[in-house]
Structures are given as structure tokens and as C-alpha cells.
């Protein structure tokens, strides 16, 4: 998360999705975040017994670091943001490329007379292949500083309300 | 290739796994108020799809149909969907720390999507070869990412209209989804498989 400290791309005039994280721990300039456990959607009445809700160990797993510019105090709750077109090539990025290698390596066997083996693993060697190009191109972007969430504000009280500000 | 082009199409449009099959509608109403979470969902989905029919194919392939433990094919499948989900995240943490964390929220909602478990038990009724169910699953979440994009945009559009109090939130997602299956059933006269 090195790229979450410094570096970071200017998102001011972009769309942003926002959500809301608090401090878990503060180590010199960096200060820890963590995700405040939320349904998916954002939009469901009945969270309280929700099958998806994330887990704490989830919620650990999903922790990042930030660099400390606004004086953060642990507990505190703020306001952060991703940039919409990031979260939109990150999925395509994500699963996008690993699929279009797997599915191009799959009929590519088949077309040349594999059968349903030799397609399997050309196709499980497509999904390696893409696996592996989603590293390097991630890699990238996170030493860009692309993938990282920014700070917007400190929570408010509509922001405390339902976790996600739909403004 | 045309064989390929039209097994697509049928999956994805004239036998649409939301609008046509009425399956996922769960996050179909739930996850579409805003295009960019259906984008992520959608492609979540999509990967989690193909890859559990792979190994569906595989078990049904060589274990189920060989040793006539058919009663056994919902479990096994939940199985292998679970294992896929489980595979993804795990993939996605190791491989890519930063996108696990961006993305990483839809992914427990796949587990719990009836529209996966759908998807792979038609690939049985189909008798599909290897890359046969590969783009059929591929094809029929292709169909319903595009149908959850489709919606969560016109979500985004109604939320700013002026609409009449009684029909303010579900019940206009309602009428918005009936008119959006209207127009795929434009589709069902295409003849394709």
C-alpha cells in the first residue's frame, strides 16, 4: 500500500464512489483504515440478518493505509473515495482479461481438433496466462497510485446513518 | 464459428438468465441502483460462472453420469461454486492485494446468486461438450451483466424523475424490469438455440 501514501492521481474532478472507513491505527504518517461493514448494495432494510454481510475477518483482510495528512486519531470515522471509472477497469481488469485469455485459448484448442481435454487445458493454461497478466498490470496500477482510495471528508452524521453517502 | 456465435446469442439474449429465466432477480432489485456496482457485480459474476461450469462439466462428466449419482448434482454443484468463489477470492488476495480490496465486496454475494447454480444445471440439461458449456456459461452471464447494467441505468434515470409518491422506489424498479423484459422478448423470434 506504499502507493496509498504518496503519488496519488489528482481525482478532483472526477465521479466518486464513497464510503466510509474508520482509523484503526496510526504508525508515524500512515494511518490504518478499515472498511465499516456494510451490505453490498448499500441498500438493503434487513442488514441485521443478512447472509452476505462481510465478516470481521473480511474487513481486516480489507484494510489499507493512508497517508496521515489530516491529523487522524484512532476510531475516528472518515469519508473516502474511489474514482467510478477506476472501480469500472478494475473489474474489467479483474476478471475481463483472465476470461477473454481462457475463452480464446479454449476454442483456439478446439477449433484446431483438441476435444473437450485438450480444451480443458488449454483453457485452464489461458486462465494462468490471464491470471498472470492481471499481476503485472495490477502491480502497475498500484504503484500509480490508481487502485487507492482518497480522502474527501470526516464523517458526518448522514454519513454515519447508513454508511454509504448516496448524495 | 457460426455454431459458436449463435450459442451465445440464445444464452445471452432470447434466453436471458434474469428477464427470461427469472433467475438472480435477487441482485437483480438489489445491486443496480447504481450502474458501476452492477458493473462489478456483473463481471464478478461472469468469472465465478465460467469457471464453476468448468468444473461442473468435469464432475458431471466423469463422476455424476458414469456412476448415476444424479440425486447428488445440486449438492455437488453448490460444492464447486462455493470452491470457485473461495478459489477467486483467494487468487485475487494473493495475486492482486489492491483489487481484492476494491472489489472484494461482491464476492460473498455470488455464493448466495441462484442465477450461478442456474446457469450450470442447464449446461446439464443441454449435454454439452467441454467448450460448448464453457461459452454457454459465459454467454448467459455475458446476458446477465448487460441486463444489470441495462437496469441500474435506468435506475439512475428514475431516481431523478418526479415520480408519483405511491410508485417511488421498488414498485417503479418493478414497472422499469417489466418494460425491460418486454423488449428482450423482442428477441425470442431470433430462433436461436
Redesign the interface.
Known amino acids: 500500500?506504499a502507493?496509498a501514501v504518496s503519488g496519488l492521481p489528482d481525482v478532483s474532478d472526477r465521479e466518486l464512489?464513497e464510503g466510509v472507513a474508520r482509523v484503526v491505527a496510526v504508525e508515524g504518517g500512515v494511518a490504518w483504515l478499515e472498511p465499516e461493514q456494510t451490505t453490498?448494495?448499500?441498500?438493503?432494510h434487513a442488514s441485521a440478518t443478512c447472509?452476505?454481510k462481510?465478516g470481521s475477518a473480511?474487513l481486516v483482510?480489507?484494510r489499507?493505509a493512508m497517508a496521515n495528512d489530516h491529523d487522524f486519531q484512532v476510531g475516528e470515522r472518515i469519508v473516502v473515495g474511489?474514482a467510478?471509472d477506476?472501480?469500472?477497469r478494475?473489474?474489467?481488469?479483474?476478471?475481463?482479461l483472465?476470461?477473454a485469455f481462457?475463452?480464446v485459448a479454449?476454442?483456439t484448442a478446439?477449433k484446431l481438433g483438441g476435444g473437450?481435454?485438450g480444451?480443458?487445458a488449454a483453457?485452464?493454461s489461458g486462465?494462468a496466462v490471464g491470471?498472470g497478466v492481471?499481476?503485472f498490470k495490477?502491480?502497475r496500477?498500484?504503484k500509480r497510485g490508481e487502485?487507492?482510495p482518497h480522502y474527501l471528508r470526516r464523517a458526518s452524521g448522514h454519513d454515519a446513518e447508513c454508511g454509504v453517502d448516496r448524495s | 464459428m457460426q455454431d459458436?456465435i449463435l450459442l451465445i446469442v440464445g444464452a445471452a439474449l432470447v434466453n436471458n438468465v434474469i428477464l427470461a429465466r427469472f433467475l438472480g432477480l435477487c441482485?437483480f432489485m438489489?445491486?443496480t441502483?447504481?450502474v458501476?456496482?452492477a458493473?462489478?457485480?456483473g463481471?464478478?459474476c461472469?468469472?465465478v460462472i465460467?469457471?464453476s461450469s468448468?468444473g461442473d462439466w468435469?464432475l458431471e462428466?466423469f463422476l455424476l453420469e458414469p456412476y448415476h449419482l444424479g440425486y447428488l448434482r445440486t449438492v455437488t454443484f453448490i460444492l464447486v461454486i462455493a470452491a470457485a468463489v473461495q478459489f477467486t477470492e483467494a487468487?485475487?488476495?494473493k495475486?492482486?492485494p489492491?483489487?481484492?480490496?476494491?472489489?472484494?465486496?461482491?464476492l460473498?454475494?455470488i455464493?448466495?446468486n441462484c442465477a450461478v447454480l442456474g446457469v450450470t444445471l442447464l449446461l446439464v440439461e443441454g449435454k454439452y461438450?467441454?467448450?460448448d458449456s464453457?461459452?454457454f456459461a459465459?454467454a448467459s452471464s455475458l446476458g446477465y451483466s448487460l441486463v444489470m447494467v441495462l437496469f441500474a441505468g435506468l435506475r439512475e434515470r428514475v431516481a431523478l424523475a418526479d415520480v408519483p409518491r405511491l410508485f417511488a422506489g421498488p414498485p417503479i424498479g418493478f414497472i422499469t424490469a417489466s418494460l425491460l423484459a418486454l423488449a428482450f422478448m423482442g428477441f425470442s423470434g431470433m430462433g436461436a438455440k
Open positions: 500500500m502507493a464512489i453490498a448494495c448499500g441498500g438493503c447472509g452476505a462481510p473480511r483482510a480489507r489499507f474511489v467510478e477506476t472501480l469500472r478494475a473489474s474489467l481488469t479483474a476478471y475481463g483472465p476470461l481462457m475463452l479454449g476454442v478446439q473437450d481435454l480444451a480443458a483453457t485452464l486462465l491470471l492481471v499481476r495490477s502491480l496500477q498500484t487502485l487507492a | 459458436i441482485s438489489g445491486v441502483t447504481r458501476d456496482t458493473i462489478g457485480m463481471a464478478a461472469t468469472f465460467t469457471v468448468m468435469a462428466r487468487t485475487f488476495r495475486f492482486s489492491a483489487l481484492f480490496k476494491l472489489l472484494g465486496i461482491y460473498p454475494l455464493t448466495t461438450g467441454f467448450m464453457t461459452l459465459f
